[in-house]
Nanobody, 118 residues
Framework: QVQLVESGGGLVQAGGSLRLLCRRS????????MCWYRQAPGKQRELVAA???????TYVDSVEGRFAISRDGAKNTVFLQMNSLKPEDTAVYYC????????????WGQGTQVTVSS
């Protein structure tokens, strides 16, 4: 089994920054992509940013230019640097991983709360 553990969430004022971490452990599985989703109260889950095995990154329009997804060299940790945070970024942020050969994200973390005060 693959485990994903997020950390780095917290309370920050609007305009501030946070960096989320997602550490992957467990059995070896070829991962095709990792990503960050978020879900705010009463809203649908939203894909925020993703990074493929080759390093290609994608972002939802609302965070483009403010957030940056990256990973360490061993590809066991994925980061989400969040700058210029807005109250609408408040949500639980989840890390997810997708195996090679699948279209859906198979593995999920437990989530970390990000709260941005105005």
């Amino acid at each position: 089994q693959v485990q994903l553990v997020e950390s780095g969430g917290g309370l920050v004022q609007a305009g501030g920054s946070l960096r989320l971490l997602c550490r992957r452990s467990g059995i070896f599985v070829s991962i095709n992509a990792m990503c960050w989703y978020r879900q705010a109260p009463g809203k649908q889950r939203e894909l925020v940013a993703a990074i493929t095995a080759s390093g290609t990154t994608t972002y939802v329009d609302s965070v483009e230019g403010r957030f940056a997804i990256s990973r360490d060299g061993a590809k066991n940790t994925v980061f989400l640097q969040m700058n210029s945070l807005k109250p609408e970024d408040t949500a639980v942020y989840y890390c997810a991983a997708k195996r090679v050969g699948t279209t859906l994200y198979d593995y999920w973390g437990q989530g970390t709360q990000v709260t941005v005060s105005s």
